[in-house]
């Protein structure tokens, strides 16, 4: 007999304020090629549901794979246990206003249907792709990589909640590695991974990823025979998929209230970020226009509801350089006192829903690429990330990239290896001096943002045109 999650709630019997269930079915293929064999093909399926209470001001969880009544009444009892125990230490006393009702449903956007492309056609097109990246002999590793996942969330709760979402994700990599004696230089596909999406097999056609494969095998031939990037305070330009990951640790993980709140510092550290700071603190130049927002189509993290019932909604956390919101859940922003966003979320059903990142963008400006380098009598361009370093306090940082361009008296020049730059958080988003336009503007993601005790590894989105940074410390040598 098919299992019914609004039967099983209203079959528990519990003294609590506030019951939600919250049920997950996800299916995970995954292939992997490496110079031109297959090294792995694999399909894994998990279900469970999370059973969530509020009982005298305080929530308590507890999950349970085992889809009957009993199973779920017994979830939900040690989720009340723990609710009445964490009640003589609370910190902030919760009510139902914290979980509103949401009914609705939410389909990930598609072409074309996963399942148009055969596991024999995926894998063809994964060897082609490290024939591809083969492009001289001394290519000598090659990779092609790709996950699929479909995943379906049900969520129910005592106040009416009712929500329905189905996600199709589709994650992309393809890696070529060069060596010229001494000289190793990898390079991949916009970043490790950071081809993520949801999407349907659309994003196999294989001219498309080819051409991207062929250029991926030449530049990490022309690495091999670049000057390392010069050490200078100069004009940085950074490419969208370099972008994503200054966004991410430089902007999202301090906004989260959570972390702000001190509630991460043990495993992930906390925020330079203040709560007084909202409404007040310059973040950035007045082109720095920051938005969170889960309803762009195709981006990685997008969805109508999060994890708490709460609708998902653009909202502006950085609007000309000032900073609005935090990156909090509606229990973070009543502890808080300042405003959020819709992001409660939690990796899969065994995992409790804390204050995450979900598709974060940097809004594009008014200049086009040829316009932003003709511009440059002097700087740097680089793309996709290879290294990432920076504090606890989301402040300092240094950050490594795949590939390089010097720029001299407007115009992209020689190609350089190993380039680097770093900065501060605030004095860095100060110094950026042209936004790139909307033909400058590509997604991006990272499927493994970790986060939280136990940890829970999420998907996360980004977005964002190129942009010029003025008077920046750069500098090659290894990462």
Known sequence: MKFD???ALNTLDINADWVGLRQVNEKTTTHAVRDGRPQSNGRDFTQGVMVEVLAEGQFGYAATNRLDPASLQGAAEQAYQQAIATSKWAVHSFTPE????????????FQQPLDLISVADQLDLLVKVCDTLHVSDQIVKTSAFTQTLETEQIFVSSNGTDTHQTFRFVITNYEATAQDGSIIQKRTDNGPL????QAGSEVFDPDQVLARAQQVGEQA????????????????????????????????????????????RNYAGSSFVKLSDFGHLVYGSPLMNITFDPTVPGEFAGYAFDDAGMPAQREYLIKEGLLLRGLGSLESQARAQVPGVANFRARSWNRAPIDRMANLNLEPGQSSFEEMISNIESGVYMEANRSWSIDDYRNKFQFGCE?????????LTKVLRNPNYRGITN???????????????????????GKGEPNQCIRVGHAS???????????????
């Open 5 to 7: 999650l609004h039967q």
């Open 98 to 109: 914290v979980r509103p009702k949401a009914v609705g449903q939410y389909q990930s956007p």
């Open 465 to 479: 045109p190129t942009c010029v940074f003025k008077e920046i410390e750069v500098f090659g040598g290894a990462a």
């Open 427 to 449: 004095q860095f988003w100060g110094n950026l001096a042209q936004v790139g336009d909307a033909s400058t503007f590509a997604m991006y993601g990272t499927p493994y943002c």
């Open 221 to 264: 031939i022309a690495l091999l025979a670049a000057e390392d990037c010069p050490t200078a305070t100069t004009t940085l330009v950074l490419a969208p998929d370099q972008m994503m990951l200054q966004i991410h640790e430089s902007i999202g993980h301090p906004l989260e209230l959570d972390r702000i709140l001190g509630d991460e």
């Open 194 to 197: 950071a081809r993520c999406y």
């Open 403 to 411: 590939y390089a361009r010097l720029i001299e008296n407007g115009k």
